[in-house]
Structures are given as C-alpha cells and as structure tokens.
C-alpha cells in the first residue's frame, strides 16, 4: 500500500478514536502508572461498569510524566467533555462511573485537568497545570495521548513523513538536515549527531550497522523506558532514517531484558513496520533495505557505554576498549557502526518530518532543542518532563517540579545520574545546557535530576553515589577500579567519623586522577559527585571531620539521639526500643542511654510529640 493510503486509513482510525460515539476511558498505564496500579483500577472500571451495562471503550495510553499523580485516568464523553482524574483508587471508581459517566457531572474535586476543547469551570487545561507550562514535548510528543500499540495512531500525527521524507532525499542530504539541526546526542556525551553519522558514511564497508542504545542503567532514570513504552514507532523511525543515511541494511536496539514491557511494545511495533513495508526489503517502494532486530541486555550500567554494548551484542563479556577506533569505522564485528540513545532518535524522526529549522527554534545556540528529565528526590512534582535546553535549574525545580516538599530548604540537585555533580543553591539560575553543567562540575548524563532538601547530608549522598558507580566499575583499569575503591573508603571513613584533615585534599587529588586516567566514562566521571561536593560543601566535610558531627543529621556514627521536655512520657518509644535504650516511668520524662542505642530511629518515627531529637 502506498504510504497517502496508509496515512489516509490512519486519519480515519484516528477521528473514530476521537469522535466519542460512547464514553472513552484512558488509562495511563505503563510501567510506572502499572506499578501505581493502573491494572487494577481498569479492572475496577470494566466491572463497574457492566455492573451498570454501560457500554465504553478502555485504551491504555503511555505516559504523561506526572508520576506523582498516578494512576492517571482520562474519561472522554460523547459531548466532548474530556477530563482527567489523579491519583485514582478502586474505591474511586464507583463515584466516577455514577456522577461522571452517567450524571455528566465533572466532579472538579476529583479533577486534574481537561483535555480537548471543552473548557469547564473549576477545571484548568492541562496546559496551564504548572507541571506542564514550559514544557516542550518533541521527544513526548504522543506519549500519553496515542495508543502505542496502535501504528495508525502514530502515522495519524505525522509519524513516518520523517522517513518518507528521508527516503525521497539522498543519503548525504538527510545528514545535513540533522547536522542542521543541531540535535547533540541524548545518551550523555552531547556528540553532534549528524557529524557522528558523516564519520559513518564515509567509512567505505559493504556492510554497516546502527544501534540503538536503551540500556538506561542509571538508577532513577525513565525516560527511555517512558518513551519506548509510550511512543516505540518514534525511536524505530528514526533508527531507520539513521540506517539510510548511513547505508546500513541491520539495525539493533540494545534494551535491558528489566524493561519486558518496552521489549513487547517494540516487538509489536517492528512486526507493524514489517507489514506496513516500513521495514524489510524496498521500504515505501525504494531500493533502501533494512531489518532490526532487539538484543536483551543483562542490566549492568557500563553495558551502556558503546564498546561495551558492542562487546555484549557479540556474546563477548560487556567491557570497554579504548578509542580509536571509534565504532564510526570499526564497531559491531568490525563494521562500521553507528550507536544513538532512544531519546537521539526520537528527535531524528520529527526533525525529518518538521525540518532542521524548526528545531533550531529550541534550545540555545550550541545546545538545540529539548531535553527530558528524570525528576526523583525531595520534589514536590516528580515525574519525566521535557524541557527546552537553556532553562533554569530554578525553572525546573521550583515552577515545574513544585518545590520542596513539606516546607524544607532547597539544598542540592544532583544532574546527569550516579556521575554526576551535586550543585548548590548558589547555582538554582544555572541554565542547563551541555557547557555550562560541564563548566559548573556536572554533566548533562542522560537525564536523571535528583533534588537534595536540608536533610540530605552531602558526605552521604557522594559515597551513596560512588557505591554504585564502584560497583558497577567493570575493573579493567587500575585508575577506576582501585581508586573508586580508595574514594569510598575515605567517603566511608568520614561519614563513620573517622576522617583527619588530609582526607578532602587526598579526595580531591585521587578523584582528579581516576578522572583523567579511567578508560571509559565511567571512570572519567565516577569522581564527579566528590569532587563537587567537596566543590560545594566542603565545610560539611570539615564537619565531619573536625567537630565529629554531621549537620544534616544523616551519619549514624556522628548523631545522639536524645529526648526533650516536650516529652509526655506515654511510653510508646520505650516500648518500641529494640535496644532497650529508654527507660522512663509513666507520664514522666524519659531518657535514652546513649551507650545502649543503636541510633535505628524508631524511637523518632513512633512519638507524636516531636520529643526525639537528633544532635
Ligand atoms: C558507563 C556508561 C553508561 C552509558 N549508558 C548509556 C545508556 O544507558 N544509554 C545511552 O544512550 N548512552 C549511554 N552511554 C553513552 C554511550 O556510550 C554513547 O555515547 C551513546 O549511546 C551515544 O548515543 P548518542 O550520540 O545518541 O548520545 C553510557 C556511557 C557510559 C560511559
Ligand atoms: S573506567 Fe572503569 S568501567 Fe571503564 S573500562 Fe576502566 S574499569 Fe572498566
Ligand atoms: S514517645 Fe515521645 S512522648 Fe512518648 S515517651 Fe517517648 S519521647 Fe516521650
Ligand atoms: S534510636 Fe533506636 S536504639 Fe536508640 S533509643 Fe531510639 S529506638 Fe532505641
């Protein structure tokens, strides 16, 4: 079928999908809506409703990013009403159904947002909830709003022009519409894509290949994961633009096998792209052949860097080798390679389909369009957003993410996942584009945003993260795998009390060396969350380190726990002691024996009266 027909079927899938002949229910149901228990909320809303043999029709869509408000329920009625519902219950349901479906009554109280054009009193549009002003959705341009196993809905909203462009321009033509455009690769290092690709194109090889990298192992990371779930066919066309620019005939996408959900949803997907003729031999009636095929990773972190993920493609153990060669001329079983993030290709697509000036539009001048977060910690709005490059800090955490949650101090956020750097409140202007995170001692990483509140303790938080990053350090060099393991040590040494005077200089110039000696970034920024620390907190450290205390209350070994007048003596921390370190008589102030306590904390959780402190 030619591709004017297979948009025009698509439009028409897409206006029944809109037009609301019965009541429509949208579940928001990937994994992270699943996890909050999306599932059993549309179990509960089949039942209610043949309970009251009410005819609707269930989709479940991917996600909005409001990770907060989940589950996220969108009831759309014949008049046009179109209404979303937070946070809702199976206990909920049976209200919704009643006044909502049958009375047509949009219970504002339960109400997030409308959607389409009917406005309704006491309900804001989703654009004007603070969540989503200063948003730009590229990357999440269908996520939450088509029906991802759904391949018409994707081409109804433009999806595969991309290509189809493409494939009417010559290879050389469609590298310039991205070097163009400006797009630096997502997956954390910022290479300008369209150059990378030239780097492959002029390798001459019969054979090469493209990957596209999803293994996202930082911990608290979802943005490729949302995106795959949410919108598959954005990463898969754009993996097929890069294939055809560069001439390469098989493409892989490397996902982590914890991701099972991605993997169907991309299944589905490729086998639609096959039938479709997307995919397979003379893609949309030309002589262009491609195939893809999914490689299921193991789920260790350094897989993602891309000789690693190249090793582990070929059955060989995930490890890094230096560069050059770069995989551009000598990569998977040699041929010349080209590897992009999810989130690099899912720009590609829409670029090809809107034009590199288009894109240009967004973002700043060295670092062009959008880019999505990961916002996790002590914020009031977490979830993924997409934001224009150049934004504040300030922007994302306070308009965007809501602020710090029950009235606490800002103190850090922490950019770029477990590599990267903690920065203070002296830096909540900071536009965040490649440059200045990496002139600031962070990185842009992949996306990960982790914000710190006055209880995080910044000594803490650098060895939490060089746990990980030791860890997870493959050991084929010394620099990373002996002084990741000498970093944590002096780490662990001050958060127990036990660190003198030299350990911040020894830190400073140990972590200097394992950043330019490493072989891969794993190592060259394993010491970032130290070295900004101690950048931006160093008189925490001497804290630490001269008045044995740790101000946020955090180092088990630096704190007493202790009681004060506000006491009532009701003995509900006496009884719940596992140490037996409080005693006390009935309505009388009790006292903790600090050589029997074993600083667990439960004392503090179980009083009512704030009479447990820490100092
Ligand atoms: C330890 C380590 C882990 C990485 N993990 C990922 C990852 O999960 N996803 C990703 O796209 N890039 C990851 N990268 C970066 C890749 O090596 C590579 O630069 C990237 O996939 C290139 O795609 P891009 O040009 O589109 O950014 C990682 C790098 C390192 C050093
Ligand atoms: S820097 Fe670390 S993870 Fe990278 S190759 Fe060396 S030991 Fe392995
Ligand atoms: S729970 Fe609080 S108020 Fe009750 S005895 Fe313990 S410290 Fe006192
Ligand atoms: S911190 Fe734990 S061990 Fe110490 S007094 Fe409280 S409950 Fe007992």
Redesign the pocket.
């Known amino acids: 079928m030619k591709f004017e027909n297979i948009q025009q079927q698509a439009q028409r899938e897409w206006e029944a999908f809109n037009r609301l002949e019965r009541p429509r229910i949208l579940i928001g149901a990937v994994t992270c809506g699943r996890a909050a228990g999306a599932l059993s909320v549309r179990a509960a809303f089949e039942k209610e409703l043949a309970t009251r043999s009410i005819a609707a029709d269930f989709y479940e869509v991917g996600c909005l990013g409001m990770c907060y408000a989940e589950p996220l329920v969108e009831i759309g009625l014949p008049d046009g009403q179109r209404v979303m519902y937070n946070n809702v219950t199976e206990k909920m349901v049976a209200d919704l159904v009643e006044d909502v479906i049958e009375n047509g009554n949009p219970r504002p109280d339960l109400a997030l947002a409308t959607l389409g054009d009917a406005a309704i009193e006491g309900i804001p549009d989703v654009s004007n909830l603070p969540m989503m002003e200063g948003q730009v959705r590229i990357i999440l341009r269908n996520a939450g709003l088509i029906d991802p196993t759904n391949v018409h809905h994707y081409v109804a909203r433009g999806g595969y022009s991309g290509l189809a462009r493409a494939l009417g321009m010559m290879p050389e033509e469609v590298i310039k519409e991205v070097k163009n455009s400006g797009l630096r690769g997502r997956g954390g290092a910022g290479f300008p894509t369209g150059i990378k690709w030239e780097f492959a194109r002029r390798t001459q090889n019969n054979t090469k290949y493209v990957i596209c990298n999803a293994d996202e192992g930082d911990p608290g990371a979802f943005m490729d994961r949302a995106v795959l779930e949410s919108d598959p066919h954005a990463v898969l066309e754009g993996l097929t633009i890069a294939a055809y620019a560069i001439d390469a005939s098989q493409g892989f996408i490397y996902i982590r096998a914890e991701y099972p959900l991605a993997v169907e949803r991309l299944n589905l997907a490729i086998r639609q792209m096959e039938e479709l003729k997307f995919l397979g031999e003379n893609i949309m009636g030309t002589d262009f052949n491609f195939s893809i095929r999914i490689k299921e990773g193991a789920g260790a972190f350094v897989c993602g860097e891309e000789t690693a993920l190249i090793a582990s493609i070929e059955g060989r153990r995930g490890m890094p080798s230096s560069r050059p060669p770069f995989p551009s001329d000598c990569g998977l079983h040699g041929k010349p390679t080209i590897i992009n993030n999810v989130e690099t290709l899912a720009n590609v697509s829409e670029i090809l389909n809107r034009g590199a000036e288009w894109f240009t539009r967004y973002g700043t001048e060295k670092s062009r369009g959008t880019k999505t977060f990961a916002l996790a910690g002590k914020i009031n709005r977490t979830g993924l957003i997409e934001v224009p490059l150049g934004i504040t800090l300030k922007d994302i955490i306070f308009n965007i993410g809501g602020g710090i949650p029950d009235g606490k101090k800002f103190k850090a956020v922490q950019t770029g996942g477990p590599s990267g750097g903690c920065l203070p409140e002296e830096l909540i202007e900071l536009p965040v584009n490649y440059e200045e995170l990496t002139k600031a001692g962070s990185i842009m990483g992949s996306g990960g945003m982790i914000v710190m509140d006055e209880d995080s303790c910044m000594v803490d938080i650098a060895r939490y993260f060089l746990e990980f990053t030791h860890k997870e350090s493959c050991g084929k060099c010394t620099p990373c795998r002996m002084g990741s393991q000498h970093l944590l040590r002096m780490l662990t040494e001050i958060t127990e009390g036990k660190g003198t005077p030299g350990h911040i200089d020894t830190l400073v110039k140990l972590g200097e060396t394992v950043k330019s000696g490493s072989l891969c970034g794993l190592g060259q920024t394993a010491p970032n969350p130290v070295l900004t620390t101690v950048r931006y907190f160093r008189k925490e450290y001497l804290s630490h380190i001269t008045d044995s205390r740790c101000p946020a209350g955090v180092c088990q070994e630096l704190i007493t726990?202790s009681i004060n007048e506000n006491c009532t003596g009701c003995r509900v921390?006496l009884r719940?002691?596992?140490?037996?370190?409080?005693t006390g008589e009935k309505k009388e102030l009790h006292v903790?024996?600090p050589d029997?306590?074993?600083?667990?904390?439960?004392?503090?959780d179980?009083c009512k009266f704030d009479a447990?402190v820490i100092s």
């Not at 029997?596 to 503090?604: A, E, I």
Request: glycine share 4%; hydrophobic share 35%.
């Open positions: 726990y921390c719940a002691c596992p140490a037996d370190a409080i903790i024996d029997k306590c074993t600083r667990c904390g439960t004392c503090m179980v447990v």
